[in-house]
Nanobody, 120 residues
Framework: QVQLVESGGGLVQAGGSLRISCAVSGRGFSINAMGWYRQAPGKQRELVASIISGGSTTYKDSVKGRFTISRDNAKNTVYLQMNSLKPEDTAVYYC??????WGQGRYIRWGQGTQVTVSS
C-alpha cells in the first residue's frame, strides 16, 4: 500500500527557516503531482505549494519568495523549504500526492501532517 510519511516540522522563531519532507513509499505507483497544504486552528485547509511531474510549481501568494517546493524523483520525496517564517505560517502542514497505482487507478493520498509553529 502506498503511504506518505512526513517529517521535519517543529518550533522556530519568526524569521527562521524550516524544511519539511514527505516521502512516498510502496510499489507499483507513479506520481502525477504533489503538494503541501496547511491548516491552522479554526481555519480551512489551504494549498501552499504544488509541483507536477514535469517540474512546474505553484504557490500561494502569501508564501511566494519565501517558500520553495522541490522534488527528488529518485527518492519519491517532496520538500518544502520555508524561509523568513512568520507567526501566521503556524499550522499543521499536510503532504498530498496525486498517484497512479497499478491495479488501483488514480487517486489522492494524504500524509499524517506535521506541526509547524512560528513564535513571534
Amino acid at each position: 500500500q502506498v503511504q506518505l510519511v512526513e517529517s521535519g516540522g517543529g518550533l522556530v522563531q519568526a524569521g527562521g527557516s524550516l524544511r519539511i519532507s514527505c516521502a512516498v513509499s510502496g510499489r507499483g505507483f507513479s506520481i502525477n503531482a504533489m503538494g503541501w497544504y496547511r491548516q491552522a486552528p479554526g481555519k480551512q485547509r489551504e494549498l501552499v505549494a504544488s509541483i507536477i511531474s514535469g517540474g512546474s510549481t505553484t504557490y500561494k501568494d502569501s508564501v511566494k519568495g519565501r517558500f520553495t517546493i522541490s522534488r527528488d524523483n529518485a527518492k519519491n520525496t517532496v520538500y518544502l523549504q520555508m524561509n523568513s517564517l512568520k507567526p501566521e505560517d503556524t499550522a499543521v502542514y499536510y503532504c498530498n500526492a496525486d498517484l497512479h497505482e497499478w491495479g488501483q487507478g488514480r487517486y489522492i493520498r494524504w500524509g499524517q501532517g506535521t506541526q509547524v509553529t512560528v513564535s513571534s
